[in-house]
């Protein structure tokens, strides 16, 4: 019996595996082509200049952070090109660029500016930061939202919408590029401003006012807060005004709908503009009682 039993459990684990099973085939991972590869290694490359960038801008050498944004902007340029070219484009790599993008032309020159100068102004200047970071993020979404837009005209596929991320993190860099021409370094102030001109696009106004006051609520939180608070206090009679208003007209309204019909007399009298006479009875000149 022992050993019947041993067979019995031994027989299953020496069943053939057939390799073409569907359970075998969502196990093995599929090859994927070299042509898909490259353009994702190029972007993988872009991504690490910005986080070095990002790295050499704390150290001090801004020379070199700014010749490492500049050489991802170059490989930012490369890598939609030799996709294009070897036939090599991907959802996954549309996803990865736009990742790069944001880091390498949104949040890598907004930390450049704060080490460089913009951290003189404290909260201020991280809060410009911060604007021209997120900004370029929102810009980016809003062009991978519209990217499969049926309704998009076809002549639009060849145009971009506001400043290109690459642009934008090139010209935010002006002040730096001008003191390394041995020009009189601007205040900070007037950087801060700048950074913040070219962040945000007309298109998005709400989205820059929401992005400014969560950043002022991050740096001044207890002021904020306390304006917030005393507009509130301050909105409530109104808000007070504007409830009774609406439950008066709510209660006229329902007041006469529930008037019954029978509450008006059966017969009642016209207008007294409208009495006249019948001419047909009399041709007399009608008289108003």
């Not at 704060?114 to 410009?128: E, K, R, S, T, V």
């Amino acid at each position: 019996m022992a050993e019947q039993a041993r067979a019995c459990y031994m027989w299953p684990m020496q069943m053939p595996v057939d390799p073409k099973s569907p359970e075998m085939r969502r196990r093995r991972f599929r090859p994927i082509p070299v042509r898909m590869l490259v353009p994702n290694v190029i972007t993988l490359l872009a991504i690490c200049a910005g986080l070095t960038a990002i790295r050499l801008s704390t150290e001090g050498r801004m020379e070199l952070a700014v010749a490492a944004i500049v050489f991802a902007a170059v490989l930012d340029g490369l890598d939609g090109r030799v996709a294009r070219m070897i036939k090599g484009q991907s959802k996954f790599g549309a996803e990865l660029d736009s990742l790069a993008d944001f880091v390498n032309f949104g949040v890598a020159p907004g930390l450049i500016l704060y080490f460089w100068q913009l951290h003189d102004l404290n909260n201020g200047g991280w809060i410009a930061s911060m604007v021209f970071a997120i900004s370029g993020g929102l810009r980016l979404a809003r062009f991978n939202a519209t990217m499969d837009d049926p309704n998009k005209p076809a002549f639009a596929a060849n145009y971009f919408t506001g400043v290109p991320a690459p642009a934008g993190a090139i010209l935010v860099l002006l002040p730096i590029y001008l003191a390394f021409l041995g020009m009189p370094t601007p205040p900070a102030t007037l950087t801060a401003l700048y950074t913040l001109l070219i962040a945000p696009e007309m298109v998005l106004p709400v989205f820059v006012a929401v992005i400014f006051f969560i950043a002022l609520l991050i740096g001044y939180p207890w002021h904020i807060l306390s304006a917030c608070t005393v507009l509130y206090l301050l909105s409530l009679p109104a808000g007070w005004k504007s409830y009774r208003d609406h439950q008066r007209n709510a209660a006229a309204v329902a007041e006469a709908a529930a008037t019954p019909a029978d509450a008006a007399p059966s017969n009642p009298a016209p207008p007294l503009a409208s009495v006249v006479a019948d001419p047909e009875q009399d041709n007399r000149p009608a008289r108003l009682n």
